[in-house]
């Protein structure tokens, strides 16, 4: 049901960012504010199981429902940045893409060591962010409680590189 109601409301918007790319536009879906709760208690109670001592969104529509599930569970949100967005001591990880380099950041006390974090995100693609993302939370002492994630593009295969990094993945919405 509630995977039905998120694909009603995702905007495909053709050839963005590039030529042959079919952007899957999340913004319809916080016009709804009931849908928006829903997708928080989706989270929550797919889950309600798994240790989760914070959460990490990545930068930055990640920050969307990774807010609102923190709150939901009781836990602290942890903000993944881009480089040179957070203002106080962080740690980074340059990671590849299709098209070059790109950094992620979190502050160095963002978490305690032994921790478990789960990492949020808007969308599974490739899943090349969230690996990276997994990497620095270890590098940090953390432990990775899972992934959660409004929409997977099934076809990019991101599922397929993270089910390795953890058994927690909640994707709401396949295409």
């Given at each position: 049901?509630?995977?039905?109601?998120?694909?009603?409301?995702?905007?495909?918007?053709?050839?963005?960012?590039?030529?042959?790319?079919v952007f899957k536009d999340i913004t319809p879906i916080l016009k709804d504010p009931i849908l928006?709760?829903?997708?928080?208690?989706?989270f929550a109670t797919r889950l309600q199981h798994v240790k989760i001592d914070a959460v990490a969104g990545?930068?930055?529509?990640?920050?969307?429902?990774g807010l609102q599930?923190?709150?939901?569970?009781?836990?602290?949100?942890?903000?993944?940045?881009k480089a040179g967005k957070l203002p106080y001591t962080v740690k980074q990880k340059v990671y590849?893409?299709?098209?070059?380099?790109?950094t992620i950041e979190?502050?160095?006390?963002a978490f305690a060591p032994g921790q478990h974090i789960l990492i949020h995100d808007d969308l599974l693609a490739t899943g090349g962010t969230v690996t990276a993302t997994?990497?620095?939370?270890?590098e940090m002492g953390g432990i990775v409680a899972g992934f959660s994630f409004v929409v997977g593009l099934g076809f990019?295969?991101?599922?397929?590189?993270?089910?390795?990094?953890?058994?927690?993945?909640?994707?709401?919405?396949?295409?």
């Amino acid at each position: 049901m509630i995977e039905q109601q998120i694909k009603n409301a995702i905007r495909d918007i053709p050839d963005f960012p590039k030529p042959g790319i079919v952007f899957k536009d999340i913004t319809p879906i916080l016009k709804d504010p009931i849908l928006c709760e829903r997708i928080v208690e989706a989270f929550a109670t797919r889950l309600q199981h798994v240790k989760i001592d914070a959460v990490a969104g990545v930068e930055s529509r990640g920050f969307l429902f990774g807010l609102q599930l923190a709150g939901k569970l009781g836990v602290p949100f942890i903000p993944v940045r881009k480089a040179g967005k957070l203002p106080y001591t962080v740690k980074q990880k340059v990671y590849e893409l299709e098209y070059g380099t790109a950094t992620i950041e979190l502050h160095t006390d963002a978490f305690a060591p032994g921790q478990h974090i789960l990492i949020h995100d808007d969308l599974l693609a490739t899943g090349g962010t969230v690996t990276a993302t997994t990497e620095l939370i270890k590098e940090m002492g953390g432990i990775v409680a899972g992934f959660s994630f409004v929409v997977g593009l099934g076809f990019l295969k991101g599922k397929e590189k993270i089910a390795p990094l953890s058994d927690k993945l909640v994707v709401l919405a396949e295409y």
